[in-house]
């Protein structure tokens, strides 16, 4: 299907493209008006909310009855409900960072106005995988993300370890994006297309054990699982999340997270329906794997911010399950899931930083001693937190595990829900270890939170986020549901 | 019944936890307007229950009140709550412990007070909500809910040397145990769905499928029973899974260790009675032997450590594995005594373990020790907390006139029909009971009073007595009158016993006939 280029396809992109042109202004001002504090960040939050407003009415068609997604250039960019569900969750991600970043980037001495304008254009990349409609664009979007991410890793010029998770995820992150990289021209050569659809088309008709065919799919699985965080592929997660100002650690954990699982949908269920057998049986593995080491070794540490993300690995784990459980229950579970997963872990995140002041660095678990009796809010939210990262009722956190171990009961993976079981009760120990330094430990003689005011507008704006979705959970599964429909065949 | 259209099932779940939000808004310095605040709650919700036996149809074994909302309507998630009376006597008990509750920690809390009445007020939504709920998924967030504040509980305000130990061995346990038992529920939705074709967490129409069956360990509904046994197994708790409680009962405050022993413990016994019996009738038979075994175990270790302990708190919990153990005997003899005994002997061992807890706490209040040995011939110095605590053991070891005589007898009774050796089991477990009972009040009220310190102990103040005096009256009460409470429960149980006998039929054939199964073509099929 060659198809012709149409001026009028632009306007189908004009989300991204709004976004794009708001990260020049932002850049543009962080020179011309340098001195004019909170231009930046102000102008950066409208890009982000117009972004939204336009994607909403992007929407609006694709829920009337009978409609069909758009393909537009040739097919490379979609614009299906699936693509809408991550870009919601991109620019929540995006929203919240930009809230916890307002007083903490002044704190650390970061400069300010390249940092929104690189978080913005990162969230382009994003927007781009999820709408990508051939490897080529997918591709594009995630080097776009990627290669903003190695540089806000490294935003805290003065600090070694933030330096390190710069070099570190920049050279872990090239490897992988060439491993990626040579599974495509893998899977170009044997198909002689880079169309999701056409790359589908043609494998159906190959013989289905052609060891090429499997090389791309463990290359590609690999290159996905290093951006995922799956384990093996996740040695570099704690030194990068520890290392990077934890505003990115959270948008890290969160957006760059979710756009990693929209890429392996988009790739694994749009190109290679054909051999689901052979890469389940890979995500299995994988799975098992990322959920008991992910929470395995989240017990043995003290810094909170090494905890999250070894925490980040374990939920990616439960995530995989879902993917692995299949069909529209295990997929929209998955989706419903990220959603999930981006209100509990920014607001975590956010905790962290709440803690972080003049004095007090406030990335051990420790700096949480007597939270509870000295800020009873402050501490109540990171309990909703917890108790979501764990699963239990009544948070978001529990619908989504209910939802993903349903789905693969239903699938016959008994297996692999009893081995997240037990790692849910593993999880509970970790967690509720920082529940009990907040509440059971004497707080510090003088225990200061930042008293930044987006920083608690971010802060109640996940809790109110995991509550909602937790009691009331109804819409949310309805729109995972109505999202995947045009994504499996 | 006006019941139908009155939401007092849904008053009374919710009513603590609108106290508790009430409480927030409380400044923490009024710690005086808080415990009035949560007595008061508490009180109006014991009153507001009282409604229920007084209007409750005695003679039908249907659900009762019943009360539906839509919820999750994507998934097939309702608010279903109903009653019937199996837990008419459960929901009373948790009513009236809770300002109990409330009124043992009067003095004994003094720190963090705000925090520790919404916890109380929250444990006692979620247990209301566990027996109420008839949709799984509703029951299973009500039965999590428990679990949060009662870690606090323990954690925050429980003894400093091993409160934290305890609190999260509790928390794991039962979290695993409950994690297990989802998976169960998940697997029962969806081979239902596939068979009925409507995918609903229902109880009731959850109930009305035959789930297959097999003498095999591996048949579907013998797995489902033992996903949802090992969380109820833990909460009982059965031996060999009773480790958390003897620590968690022990470490936990007084009002901690009445609720856990009072009612968090009967959320297991109730599991068994309202979803494994009725549900998977084949799997209970077939697993009678194994339950037995674990249960009579459960009674004779359990006494036997009694006989043992230093620890007066200890000692009851342990006392607490003894008497559960019996509950669970009856409850598998899975006839009309034995079950009717189990469940009366739930509201009793509530009862009468609660105010043994209330003792312990009192004593501790004074001499701050547990320790058996720092008391002796207390009776002389407290002659009122003496008496009280005489009948409370009387009770416990059932003394005819008292309300344990009632339950052991129809237990004993159930168990004698089934097996005279389980029977001789059981009932060596009484005179272990009666043995450790005693010997502990010999040596901590009888003779002249051991320590110097311990002469100028005073005695129970009217607060303090408030609290137990209730508790004694139902004592006798069901001990005297037990009519009424057994025959509220009798259809219900009938209808458990009926559904029992008709599987018995298959499972006691020559060549047991399989009970049909599609699960292999059924749990495949793609969800509407």
Known sequence: ?????????????????????????????????????????????????????????????????????????????????????????????????????????????????????????????????????????LYIGLETMSISLYILCG???????????????????????????????????????LGFKEIAATIATMDLGNPALLVAMVMLTAGFGFKIAAVPFHMYVPDVYEGAPTTVTAFLAVASEAAGVAALLRVFLGAMPHIQVDWTIMFWILSVLTMTIGNVVAMAQQNIKRMLAYSSIAHIGYILIGFVAGAKLGIS???????????????????????????????????????????????????VFLLSLTGIPPTAGFVGKFYIFGAAIKAGYVWLALIAVINTAISLFYYMRVAMVMYMREPPKALVVSPSRPLHVAVAFAVLGTLIIGIYPGPFLEFAQASILGLLQ | MSGTTFPILSIVTFLPLLGGIVLLFIRREQAGLIRMVSLLVTGVTLLITLALPLSFDFGSAEMQFVERASWIPAIGVSYIMGMDGISLWLVCLTALISPIAVLCSWEAITEQVKEYHVFLLLIHTGMMGVFLALDFFLFYVFWEVVLVPMYFLIGIWGAPARRLYAAIKFFLYT????????????AVYFYAGAQTGTYTFDVLELMKVSYPWSPSLFSFQNLVWLAFFLSFAIKVPMFPFHTWLP??????????????AAVLLKMGTYGFVRFSLPMF????????????????????YGAMVCLVQRDMKRLVAFSSVSHMGFIMLGMFALNMQGLQGSILQMVNHGLSTGALFLIVGLIYDRIHSRMIADMGGLSSVMPIYATLFAITMFSSIGLPGLNGFIGEFLILLGAFKVSWIWALFAISGIVLGA?????????????????????????????????????????????????????????SVQKV????????????????????????????????
């Open chain 1, 1 to 137: 299907m060659m198809g012709t280029y149409n001026p009028a396809d632009v306007l189908h992109a004009l989300p991204e493209v709004f976004l794009s042109v708001v990260a020049i202004v932002v850049l543009i001002l962080s020179f011309a008006a340098p001195k004019q504090r909170g231009w930046i960040e102000t102008v950066s939050i409208i890009g982000v909310v117009g972004t939204g407003i336009l994607l909403v009415r992007a929407a609006v068609p694709l829920f009337e009855p009978g409609a069909a997604a758009v393909s537009v250039f040739s097919g490379s960019y979609l614009v299906d409900k699936f693509a809408i569900f991550f870009k919601v969750v991109f620019l929540l991600a995006t929203l919240l960072v930009i809230l916890m970043s307002i007083d903490y980037l002044p704190l650390v001495g970061a400069p300010i106005g390249e940092f929104y304008a690189i978080l913005l254009f990162s969230t382009v990349g994003m927007m781009f995988i999820a709408s990508g409609g051939n490897l080529l664009t």
């Open chain 1, 155 to 193: 935003f805290l010029k003065q600090e070694k370890k933030s330096n390190e998770a710069a070099l570190k995820y920049l050279l872990m992150g090239a490897f992988s994006s060439g491993v990626i990289l040579y599974g495509i021209s893998l899977l170009y050569g044997l198909t002689g297309a």
């Open chain 1, 333 to 383: 579970a998955v989706l419903f899931y990220v959603l999930v997963y981006a209100f509990m872990t920014a607001g975590a995140f956010a905790m962290v930083i709440l803690l972080r002041t003049e004095t007090v660095k406030g990335d051990l678990i420790e700096d949480f001693a007597g939270l509870g009796q000295a800020k009873p809010i402050a501490a109540a939210a990171m309990l």
């Open chain 2, 175 to 186: 979290l695993f145990g409950s994690v297990v038992m989802l998976l169960g529920i998940l």
């Open chain 2, 247 to 260: 620590d968690a009962h022990t470490e936990a405050p007084t009002a901690g260790s009445v609720i856990l």
């Open chain 2, 281 to 300: 009738p084949e799997a209970t038979l077939y697993f009678v032997p194994f339950m037995v075994t674990l249960s009579v175990i459960a009674i004779i």
């Open chain 2, 435 to 491: 043995a450790y009972m005693l010997w502990l009040f010999q040596r901590t009220m009888f003779g002249t009073v051991t320590h110097e310190r311990n002469k100028e102990l005073l005695d129970l103040n009217l607060r303090e007595a408030m609290t137990l005096i209730p508790l004694v009256i139902m004592f006798f009460w069901i001990g005297l009158y037990p009519a009424p409470f057994l025959k509220a429960m009798e259809p």
């Open chain 2, 497 to 528: 016993v009926a559904r029992l006998d008709q599987a018995r039929k298959v499972v006691e054939a020559p060549t047991p006939i399989p009970v049909v199964s599609n699960w292999d073509q059924g749990h495949r099929e793609e969800q509407p």
